[in-house]
């Protein structure tokens, strides 16, 4: 499992990356307000990393995401479930699925027996209390 502070590097390194475009850009374009505009993208960057690591942080660092319970929903397999791969769509989302043995066919309705994360365990509708 990745740390939460990986985690919460992954989601701000793509924003930190447009300082230095920024500077560039201000280099080129204009060049006599380069020091003072480098000066506030730095403190912004900063600002913006203290103020997202307070209100970010802290749901990363929740090991499950029990606000979003679909055990016992109703899904159709949409690619070929094993035990080591398959994808089923239930409602909307598509989820990584597998099963405890065999293969669940395309078309195949499923019931969500639980969930890892975002992987799911299914069996096919009708045979969940089997």
Do not use: H, Q
Not at 38 to 62: H, N
Not at 82 to 90: A, E, F, L, P, Y
């Amino acid at each position: 499992m990745v740390s939460p502070r990986v985690k919460f590097l992954a989601i701000t390194i793509d924003e930190l990356f447009l300082v230095p475009v920024a500077m560039a850009l201000a280099y080129f374009f204009v060049p006599d307000w380069f020091i003072p505009l480098t000066v506030l993208l730095i403190i912004g960057a900063v600002v913006f990393v203290v103020a997202k690591y307070y209100l970010v942080y802290p749901s990363l660092l929740e090991s499950s995401y029990s606000f979003y319970e679909i055990e016992g929903l109703r899904g159709k397999v949409i690619e070929e479930v094993t035990v080591s791969s398959g994808k089923i769509k239930v409602g909307a989302e598509i989820w990584d699925a597998r099963c405890d043995a065999g293969s669940i066919g395309v078309g195949t309705e499923v019931t969500v027996v639980s969930r890892d994360l975002m992987r799911v365990k299914v069996t096919p509708f009708g045979l969940e209390n089997d």
